[in-house]
């Protein structure tokens, strides 16, 4: 029997359940991975993270090829290539591991249906997250809206369907004469070398990043207490690799339930809101559309073009936000607390609406997610599940006094106020005009004056959702 595994968002031989399925009876097997074309032309492409993925096929290719095996990588409609490939080579069982996003589970349903048409079986994983996304439920019946609550029913959930941890199962040969050329390069693909560092793809280099992260010592331990720090490596940066599956998210929670106390109880908190997100684009898909609460849809946007250059530009003004969209540039990544402070400063002081700001994310991140970046943008312009309260508006400037003290941050990324005394780092248009000349930093010539002014703005803002809610009460 020959079976057919198609990798999408798993790019890992451990820890993948599907996988193991497709290669218990099956005298033979065929491992696919489709570069969509859907997705690769898509407007919310990010060169680096396509390099990322690409890297991540290479490191798949030769984990197979040293057992034996190939990636067969092909372009096109996999609503048309994985059906052709199977009667070509006549397979007679395919699994993969679904997506929640509405673009893939029509696509994965048109699959399914063309597969079944044909005679041929499937098996449908679920290890893109942790817990299913259909399987905690509120007491009515319905998906959570709430962050707190879930967290309660995931950490129950888990407490009585941990994941074992699976080792990379033996695999059968490729069918004879079945040749795979393994992952093209991104020249192929038509992108160029890329203007950012892209951190090493697959398993291997995502599995020595969750060791050095949760290792005595490592950042773990202090997770809570510094993760929002950006100056420092307080993270784990693995959100890439849980993007693609380099690593399994059940591997990363199993890591830190080894470790425990307080910084990973935090640090599975946000493996758990990874896993929120996702069961709410699953069930509520009109949230990449519009506002996951509806009212918000009618607030008045200003989605000034000169302010919006200026606020992925970098020059803004306001040093914490503009050094955070300059990492963006330079990194293809942002640390998270910054990606906080820019939403905020998008939505509440400048009055651009928030899906402009997901899409310049997804056109640049590494980690680029539909379901968490969607998440984390309607969290912050407070229209989202669990939103933070639409009142509630950072200050761009005590948010950079409060997690970037001594201007560490915003020195690394605005060299042009790399001497302005730390007194005055998150306030550089307060220097005497000495002070700007003698450090070399003129404001309005060598870095920009603050292009809005976040009382008056804070103000509008409220005005505008209060508007939009048409006198509701505060949520």
């Known amino acids: 029997m020959i079976a057919l595994h198609w990798f999408r968002r798993d790019l890992r031989l451990s820890d993948n359940p599907a996988l193991r399925a497709a290669t218990e009876t099956a005298q033979q097997l065929v491992p696919v991975f489709v570069l969509d074309d859907a997705l690769l032309e898509a407007p ?5 993270r396509i390099a990322f993925l690409l890297d991540s096929l290479q490191a798949l290719d030769h984990e197979l090829a040293a057992r034996g095996s190939r990636l067969l990588v092909l372009r096109g ?20 591991n ?35 996304p259909e399987a905690l439920r509120t007491a009515s019946g319905g998906p959570y809206t709430v962050f707190t609550p879930y967290l309660r029913a995931w950490h129950t959930w888990l407490a009585r369907n941990a994941p074992a941890a699976l080792p990379a199962p033996e695999l059968p040969p490729l069918p004879t004469g079945l040749a795979a050329d393994g992952p093209p390069s991104p020249a192929d693909l038509g992108i160029t070398a890329a203007a950012v560092p892209i951190p090493p793809g697959g398993t291997a280099a995502a599995h020595q990043r969750l060791a050095a992260f949760v290792a005595p010592g490592g950042a773990l331990e202090r997770y809570h207490e510094r993760r929002d720090i950006p100056a420092e490596p307080a993270t784990s940066q693995l959100s890439p690799y849980l993007r693609f599956g380099c690593l399994a998210p059940a591997a990363a929670w199993r890591a830190a339930q ?9 640090w599975i908190a946000e493996l758990a809101w990874r896993d929120f997100y996702a069961q709410s684009l699953f069930s509520f898909p009109h949230v990449l559309r519009g506002a996951f609460r509806p009212i918000y849809d009618r607030i008045q946007w200003d989605d000034d073009e000169a302010r919006f250059a200026a606020w992925c530009d970098g020059r803004t003004g306001f040093p914490i936000v503009d050094a955070a969209m300059r990492q963006l540039r330079a990194e293809a990544w942002m640390h998270n ?16 609406d928030w899906r402009r700001g997901e899409r310049w994310f997804m056109q640049h991140l590494l980690d680029g997610d539909p379901a968490s970046n969607n998440g984390g943008w309607q969290w912050a312009a407070g229209t989202g599940t669990d939103a933070q309260p639409y009142f509630r508006i950072f200050n761009p400037t005590s948010q950079g006094q409060t997690f970037d003290p001594d201007g560490a941050y915003v020195r690394r990324y605005v060299p042009e106020l790399r001497r302005v005394p730390p007194r005055l780092i998150h306030e550089p248009w307060r220097l005497s005009p000495a ?29 505008r ?3 939009a809610r048409g006198g509701a009460p505060d949520a």
């Open 337 to 352: 607390r910054c990606r906080m402070i820019v939403a905020s400063f998008l939505t509440k002081d400048l009055l651009i």
């Open 465 to 467: 959702y209060r508007a």
């Open 44 to 48: 919310g492409r990010a060169p680096a």
């Open 77 to 96: 409609d996999p609503r048309q290539i994985i059906p052709a490939v199977c009667q070509r080579l006549g397979v007679a069982r395919v699994s993969w």
């Open 98 to 132: 679904r997506d929640v996003s509405p673009y893939a589970r029509r696509r994965d349903a048109h699959v399914a249906t063309a597969l079944r048409d044909a005679g041929i079986a499937t098996h449908i994983g679920h290890e893109v997250t942790i817990v299913p």
């Open 435 to 463: 002070e700007q000349r003698a450090i070399g930093c003129v404001i309005g010539h060598d870095y920009p004056a603050p292009i809005v002014e976040h009382a008056r703005q804070r103000l509008v803002a409220l005005e």
């Open 258 to 266: 080894v470790v425990g106390g307080a910084g990973a109880d935090r």
